[in-house]
């Protein structure tokens, strides 16, 4: 306990990645078993929590029937503000499911932006079981293209840039009760009602098949990863082809010397 709290202490003092004072918004989803359809399951409460009061009611009231899905969802309002959660609530919230504190120092890889260096490839991650729960966490960097308003008036400055876009995934995953209880923090403000996240949640029918898909949320958000590197990569690979069909293209119009003595190098050719 006073590990985390030190943990905490770090992220709010030290790194500013957290929301000072009682603003927050933390999106709170669950999936949980249906009493009308044998093993039927279905998203029953979509919540969002913008108090400390709220988190704590919440955690202490009892659920009937219990969650077999949690997902605490936390945005920011853009790539390098804090988090929309306070040290206070973030710390009831690992307390209550007993995350470890090693989750911290995923946190902590949020970067200010006037770091010297932002480690955009950096991508810690850690996995720890005693058999009866299972918890995992990593962090995904990934390039996004924005839009870029005009500012002070300047419509030239205006336009579309990629920026770097983080996501911090914790998941615990109990194998007794097959329950599992997701953190996912991620640094833009797109809420996860309307993530393909949210689109699976809603086609899932029974506690069985659940169980049986328990890494889906995991692969979608990888393959959003994957998805957005692979539109980067097309978007740098056109860029430089123009720039080749424009190297080549001025080549054309420039007629090379050729040195006649071959006993002198290079020889230049007319191309």
């Excluded at 709290?5 to 770090?10: F, G």
């Excluded at 850690?126 to 995904?140: H, K, P, V, W």
């Excluded at 054309?252 to 071959?262: E, H, L």
Aim: charged letters at 25%; proline letters at 4%; glycine letters at 2%.
């Amino acid at each position: 306990m006073m590990e985390l709290q030190r943990q905490i202490k770090i992220l709010d003092d030290d790194r500013c990645l957290l929301q000072q004072g009682l603003a927050q918004q933390i999106e709170i989803t669950e999936v949980r078993s249906t009493a009308v359809v044998p093993d039927g399951c279905r998203v029953t409460s979509v919540q969002t929590v913008t108090r400390d009061d709220e988190i704590e009611t919440f955690l202490n009231c009892p659920n009937e029937p219990e969650y077999l899905i949690r997902i605490y969802s936390v945005t920011s309002a853009y790539s390098w503000a804090r988090l929309s959660i306070n040290a206070g609530s973030l710390e009831r919230i690992f307390d209550y499911h007993h995350v470890t504190p090693d989750i911290c120092k995923l946190i902590n890889c949020f970067r200010s932006k006037i770091d010297a260096t932002e480690d955009t490839l950096c991508a810690p991650c850690f996995t720890r079981s005693d058999g009866t729960i299972q918890e995992y966490a990593y962090m995904l960097r990934y390039p996004e293209l924005r839009k870029r308003p005009a500012t002070n008036g300047h419509v030239s400055q205006a336009g579309e840039e990629w920026s770097i876009r983080c996501t911090v995934v914790y998941h615990q995953y109990n194998f007794e009760t097959q329950r599992s209880m997701w953190i996912i923090l991620h640094s833009v403000p797109r809420p996860l009602n309307e993530s393909p996240v949210m689109n699976f949640l809603k086609q899932v029918s029974s506690s069985t098949q659940l169980a049986t898909m328990r890494m889906e949320i995991d692969r979608i958000l990888l393959s959003r990863w994957c998805d957005e590197w692979k539109l980067f990569i097309r978007a740098i690979d056109h860029k430089i082809t123009l720039w080749v069909s424009k190297i080549r293209a001025g080549l054309r119009d420039i007629a090379f010397p050729v040195d006649t003595d071959t006993s002198r190098r290079p020889i230049y050719l007319v191309r």
